[in-house]
């Protein structure tokens, strides 16, 4: 669905800058489970939390992480196939950690650099139109919901 709304946006060409964000790789790990059409694991759902019991490894969890991340980047690869853009930014909040200093995920003040280190890529991407969103886009009732989410807010 990110993908589909980026790509028609992008081939509008009325903006300079579209932030499309993807689900971020952290807990639940579902990529493999969305994939496969199936429920996910309890090492899925509950990865560090088996692995600090020691009912799961640092493997099978870290291959569950790996498997969502993939998801998500096959998504952003089909993206950079599907839009004409000089410069695009693949990053992140944050990195993950996996048993660096006996810590898991991103635990609050974390100053390991696999967490610190942001992952940064740039790169271009070309249409080939090798996929066509089947989406309608609505300005107003965004722009209204934004305006009115900012008055709620009282910024406005």
């Not at 899925?44 to 099978?60: F, K, M, P, V």
């Not at 991103?106 to 790169?123: A, I, N």
Request: without cysteine; charged residues 30%.
């Amino acid at each position: 669905m990110v993908t589909d709304h980026t790509i028609k946006q992008g081939r509008l060409g009325s903006t300079n800058r579209i932030i499309a964000h993807y689900i971020q790789p952290q807990l639940p790990y579902i990529g493999s489970a969305y994939k496969n059409k199936r429920e996910p694991t309890e090492v899925e759902r509950h990865g560090y939390r088996l692995l600090e019991q020691r009912i799961a490894t640092r493997d099978e969890v870290y291959d569950a992480y790996k498997q969502t991340l993939r998801w998500v980047l096959d998504d952003v690869e089909e993206l950079l196939q599907n839009i004409d853009v000089e410069k695009v930014v693949i990053t992140s909040d944050h990195g993950e950690a996996f048993v660096e200093w006996k810590a898991y995920g991103h635990p609050e003040g974390f100053l390991h650099p696999v967490v610190r280190k942001v992952p940064w890529v740039e790169t271009t991407a070309k249409d080939n139109h090798t996929r066509e969103p089947n989406i309608e886009i609505k300005y107003n009732s965004v722009e209204t919901d934004v305006e009115e989410h900012l008055r709620e807010l009282g910024y406005r």
